[in-house]
């Protein structure tokens, strides 16, 4: 049956089909007729999960702990498992999953697809550095376990399905002493104070991350705040209650931001912010996922979505290029729902969203003036070799993305090589021209 | 005091989700299906959750007697004595089984659905007659009301009501609580790719209602329970109007 899958930013529909295995036979036996595309909680902005005429295979029903070293802190999952769900569960064990994508409903699945990263980037890298073997599935090859040294394995993570069906993954842990988190929320007056902030506290802390406002024009651009968390050895009585996914619920809601609700609503934040106590102290399952509750930032685009751009430039480039931007911002009177900033360390890997830097991210209501304006940022991002984030962008193209990315052939003959009668497809394939 | 269920039909849908809803409560469990690999896995997953002890016992109702349900049982409550629950959530549905001239599929519909399902739940009358337990049984709004698709299901389904409600009776002094579910449309593969005409429900919900009326003696009820009123409409609808219907 036809089926109509939007990605998450509601700019991109394809028409596909869907299929939802729940037994491992139901997973040798998919039809190949069409290009097949592994799907966990299609919470990727883009269409990474789906495509025209393509069977994307949800694989959520594979959502299982299969071992577990609680002495040595290394699990092994089923690929379909929500991150926030295992993470829950690891914090009653004293471990945690040391990278965290920002909503509890993403699978692991999707944390490998695109080589995720969390508020803990800096410390901790990106999704790849705690992945010590994939199970995965390709109707050539059959089931294959792949190990770091390996190319496929290489290939696979930040792969976006295109090496075949994970199927597990063992995910080493990062130990922890108790199950509260410190929260330092210090206020900056503009952007060069939040980046000084987090460059030189950025050993100290265990989670960095600032909220921006874009809106401010001239000295006051990128005023905000800087959250500083720490783990603390204190525990108290945890009984989680499971995660719903709240972020697709509502589909009809008209478009409710605006030049000005956009700046009201930064301003909102802002006071809501300046009520709560700068240092707290909170629990880890409430301080994993910052977004978890306030899904209604989402729904506010309504149903022509939004648009994220995000970028990782050196820190000795950010200023010139962070001048640009907000240049364009004003120039296009441009508003900005959403200004955040985090701090990056690590190697570039394939065309996955990993390197050092600064991390800027914006979001914006989804417009004709939107793409102008991400077609602005994209000339602001070549000129000083940023890196930008494809999970997060649904049409950043291929010529793009072989200028931002300087292994992109390689990358792509490895997928070649790996998938040679292009069982996988997707739509970001196609737009991607890999 | 630790408790224990069996559930029958534990491989997948609504079964799979019983079981994971009832160890997330503590309590052990007995799993049950032909697909022996996807149980095991399901056990291993729920040891490592919820610290549960999690037992797989391979069962074919398709080919099951009086003798073999019996050794099943016995093996199921020597596995775990402190049983007190037991939910069969297994049945089939065959794709010919809409009025064509071949009723092969016949035989197997009914040895599964009920014949299959009776034997083990007369087994398992015998363990928990004299304890405050429940024996849960899965049947369908297709049980409703005879209607030109899925005819040998509603069959099956509608006798093994009957055999339990049979039963219900006959335990009526005891403490054994007999409960049988007209399931509604549930988001399992029974229902993938179907057109379907009133909403579905998940899995888990409909198994978190059966967990939560688990001490109620409840006899034949809908689940979820929007289908009460609709039955009432569906089984009074004039005849002129029913055999219009195409569903
Ligand atoms: C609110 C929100 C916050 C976010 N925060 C962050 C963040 O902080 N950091 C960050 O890096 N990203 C973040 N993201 C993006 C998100 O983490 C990634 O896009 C992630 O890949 C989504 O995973 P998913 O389970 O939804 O998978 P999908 O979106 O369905 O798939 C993502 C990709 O992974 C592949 N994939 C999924 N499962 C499998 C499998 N079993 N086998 C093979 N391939 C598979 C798919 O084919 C696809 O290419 C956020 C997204 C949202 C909506
Ligand atoms: N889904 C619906 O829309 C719907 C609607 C109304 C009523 N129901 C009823 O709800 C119950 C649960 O259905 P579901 O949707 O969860 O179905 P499902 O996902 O197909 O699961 C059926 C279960 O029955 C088991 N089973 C099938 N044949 C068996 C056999 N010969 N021996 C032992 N076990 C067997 C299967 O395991 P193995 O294959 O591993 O043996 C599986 O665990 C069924 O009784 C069904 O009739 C379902």
Not at chain 1, 256 to 263: A, D, M, P, Q, S
């Given at each position: 049956?036809?089926?109509?899958?939007?990605?998450?930013?509601?700019?991109?529909?394809?028409?596909?089909?869907?299929v939802?295995?729940?037994?491992?036979?139901?997973?040798?036996?998919?039809?190949?007729?069409?290009p097949?595309?592994a799907?966990?909680?299609?919470l990727?902005y883009?269409?990474?999960?789906a495509?025209?005429?393509?069977?994307?295979v949800?694989?959520?029903?594979?959502?299982?702990?299969?071992s577990?070293?609680?002495?040595n802190?290394?699990?092994?999952?089923?690929?379909?498992?929500?991150?926030?769900?295992?993470?829950?569960?690891?914090?009653?064990?004293?471990?945690?999953?040391?990278?965290?994508?920002?909503?509890?409903?993403?699978?692991i699945g999707?944390?490998?697809?695109?080589?995720?990263?969390?508020?803990s980037q800096?410390?901790?890298?990106?999704?790849?550095?705690w992945?010590?073997?994939?199970?995965?599935?390709?109707?050539d090859?059959?089931?294959?376990?792949?190990?770091?040294?390996?190319?496929?394995?290489?290939?696979?993570?930040?792969?976006?399905?295109?090496?075949?069906?994970?199927?597990?993954a063992?995910?080493?842990?990062?130990?922890?002493?108790g199950?509260?988190?410190?929260?330092?929320?210090?206020?900056?007056?503009?952007?060069q104070?939040?980046?000084?902030?987090?460059?030189?506290?950025?050993?100290?802390?265990?989670?960095?991350y600032?909220?921006?406002?874009?809106n401010?024009?001239?000295?006051?651009?990128?005023?905000?705040?800087?959250?500083?968390?720490?783990?603390?050895?204190?525990?108290?009585?945890?009984?989680?209650?499971?995660?719903?996914?709240?972020?697709?619920r509502?589909?009809?809601?008209?478009?409710?931001?605006?030049?000005?609700?956009?700046?009201?609503?930064?301003?909102?934040?802002?006071?809501?912010?300046?009520?709560?106590p700068?240092?707290?102290?909170?629990?880890?399952?409430q301080?994993?996922?910052?977004?978890?509750?306030k899904?209604?930032?989402?729904?506010?685009?309504?149903?022509?979505?939004?648009?994220?751009?995000?970028?990782?430039?050196?820190?000795?480039?950010?200023?010139?290029?962070?001048?640009?931007?907000?240049?364009?911002?004003a120039?296009?009177?441009?508003?900005?729902?959403?200004?955040?900033?985090?701090?990056?360390k690590?190697?570039?890997?394939?065309?996955?969203?990993?390197?050092?830097?600064l991390?800027?991210t914006?979001?914006?209501?989804?417009?004709?003036?939107?793409?102008?304006?991400?077609?602005?940022?994209?000339?602001?991002?070549?000129?000083?070799?940023?890196?930008?984030?494809?999970?997060?962008?649904?049409?950043?193209?291929?010529?793009?993305?072989?200028?931002?990315?300087?292994?992109?052939?390689?990358?792509?003959?490895?997928?070649?090589?790996?998938?040679?009668?292009?069982?996988?497809?997707?739509?970001?394939?196609?737009?991607?021209?890999? | 005091?630790?408790?224990?269920?069996?559930?029958?039909?534990?491989?997948?849908?609504?079964?799979?989700?019983?079981?994971?809803?009832?160890?997330?409560?503590?309590?052990?469990?007995?799993m049950?299906a032909?697909?022996?690999?996807?149980?095991q896995?399901?056990a291993?997953?729920?040891?490592?959750?919820?610290?549960?002890?999690?037992?797989?016992?391979?069962?074919?109702?398709?080919?099951?007697?009086?003798?073999?349900?019996?050794?099943?049982?016995?093996?199921?409550?020597?596995?775990?004595?402190?049983?007190?629950?037991?939910?069969?959530?297994?049945?089939?549905?065959?794709?010919?089984?809409?009025?064509?001239?071949?009723?092969d599929?016949?035989?197997?519909?009914?040895?599964?659905?009920?014949?299959g399902?009776?034997y083990?739940?007369?087994?398992?009358c015998?363990?928990?007659?004299?304890?405050?337990?429940?024996?849960?049984?899965?049947s369908?709004?297709?049980?409703i009301?005879?209607?030109g698709?899925?005819?040998?299901?509603?069959?099956?389904?509608?006798?093994?009501?009957?055999?339990?409600?049979?039963?219900?009776?006959?335990?009526?002094q005891?403490?054994?609580r007999i409960?049988?579910?007209?399931?509604?449309?549930?988001?399992t593969?029974?229902?993938?790719g179907?057109?379907?005409?009133?909403?579905?429900?998940?899995?888990?919900?409909?198994?978190?209602?059966?967990?939560k009326?688990?001490?109620?003696?409840?006899?034949l009820?809908?689940?979820?329970?929007?289908w009460?009123?609709?039955?009432?409409?569906?089984q009074?609808?004039?005849?002129?109007?029913?055999?219009k219907?195409k569903?």
């Amino acid at each position: 049956m036809p089926y109509l899958i939007q990605s998450f930013d509601k700019t991109t529909t394809t028409i596909g089909s869907l299929v939802e295995p729940e037994r491992y036979r139901d997973l040798w036996n998919l039809p190949l007729h069409k290009p097949i595309i592994a799907r966990g909680a299609g919470l990727s902005y883009c269409a990474a999960s789906a495509g025209n005429q393509c069977v994307s295979v949800d694989m959520r029903n594979f959502n299982r702990i299969l071992s577990f070293d609680e002495i040595n802190g290394i699990i092994t999952v089923e690929a379909g498992i929500p991150a926030g769900e295992l993470n829950n569960f690891l914090i009653g064990k004293n471990w945690v999953l040391p990278v965290l994508p920002g909503y509890p409903a993403i699978t692991i699945g999707g944390c490998i697809g695109f080589n995720v990263h969390g508020k803990s980037q800096y410390k901790v890298g990106t999704f790849i550095n705690w992945v010590k073997s994939i199970t995965l599935f390709h109707p050539d090859t059959g089931l294959q376990t792949c190990t770091p040294d390996t190319e496929l394995f290489q290939l696979t993570v930040g792969g976006m399905g295109l090496t075949g069906i994970i199927i597990s993954a063992t995910i080493a842990l990062k130990k922890i002493d108790g199950n509260l988190m410190s929260i330092q929320a210090m206020k900056v007056p503009e952007i060069q104070t939040a980046v000084e902030v987090m460059a030189t506290k950025a050993e100290e802390y265990d989670y960095i991350y600032a909220w921006n406002n874009f809106n401010l024009r001239g000295k006051h651009f990128g005023k905000g705040i800087v959250y500083l968390e720490n783990h603390l050895p204190d525990r108290k009585e945890l009984n989680p209650k499971p995660y719903i996914n709240k972020l697709n619920r509502f589909k009809k809601i008209p478009v409710l931001y605006n030049g000005l609700t956009v700046k009201t609503m930064n301003r909102v934040y802002e006071l809501m912010d300046a009520l709560q106590p700068r240092q707290r102290v909170i629990d880890l399952v409430q301080a994993s996922f910052p977004i978890y509750n306030k899904e209604l930032y989402y729904y506010f685009f309504g149903k022509k979505g939004f648009r994220e751009y995000q970028v990782i430039f050196d820190l000795d480039k950010w200023q010139a290029a962070v001048a640009e931007i907000q240049k364009i911002i004003a120039q296009m009177n441009m508003p900005i729902a959403l200004g955040s900033l985090k701090i990056f360390k690590g190697e570039p890997h394939n065309i996955s969203f990993s390197g050092s830097g600064l991390c800027v991210t914006i979001d914006v209501p989804n417009n004709k003036k939107s793409i102008s304006f991400f077609e602005a940022l994209d000339k602001i991002t070549l000129k000083y070799g940023g890196i930008i984030n494809l999970s997060k962008d649904s049409r950043a193209d291929a010529n793009l993305v072989k200028h931002c990315f300087p292994h992109y052939e390689q990358f792509k003959q490895g997928i070649h090589r790996h998938d040679p009668n292009q069982y996988f497809g997707s739509e970001i394939r196609t737009r991607l021209d890999l | 005091m630790k408790q224990a269920a069996i559930i029958i039909g534990a491989s997948s849908g609504l079964g799979r989700a019983l079981a994971e809803a009832i160890a997330r409560t503590g309590t052990d469990v007995i799993m049950s299906a032909r697909a022996e690999q996807e149980l095991q896995i399901l056990a291993t997953h729920l040891r490592i959750r919820y610290q549960i002890q999690a037992e797989v016992i391979p069962l074919d109702l398709a080919t099951l007697t009086t003798a073999t349900a019996k050794n099943y049982v016995d093996q199921c409550f020597e596995k775990m004595p402190h049983c007190s629950q037991v939910y069969i959530t297994a049945g089939i549905i065959d794709e010919l089984d809409k009025g064509t001239e071949a009723v092969d599929y016949l035989p197997k519909l009914m040895q599964v659905n009920c014949m299959g399902i009776s034997y083990v739940m007369n087994a398992c009358c015998q363990w928990l007659q004299n304890r405050s337990a429940n024996i849960t049984l899965i049947s369908s709004i297709a049980a409703i009301r005879p209607r030109g698709s899925n005819i040998a299901y509603s069959a099956s389904k509608i006798a093994l009501e009957y055999m339990a409600l049979g039963l219900r009776h006959h335990f009526a002094q005891s403490p054994l609580r007999i409960q049988v579910y007209r399931a509604g449309y549930m988001e399992t593969a029974l229902s993938t790719g179907k057109k379907l005409l009133f909403p579905v429900a998940k899995p888990e919900r409909v198994a978190r209602v059966l967990i939560k009326n688990r001490h109620k003696d409840t006899g034949l009820i809908y689940v979820p329970v929007f289908w009460l009123p609709l039955s009432w409409v569906l089984q009074y609808l004039p005849w002129f109007i029913f055999k219009k219907l195409k569903f």
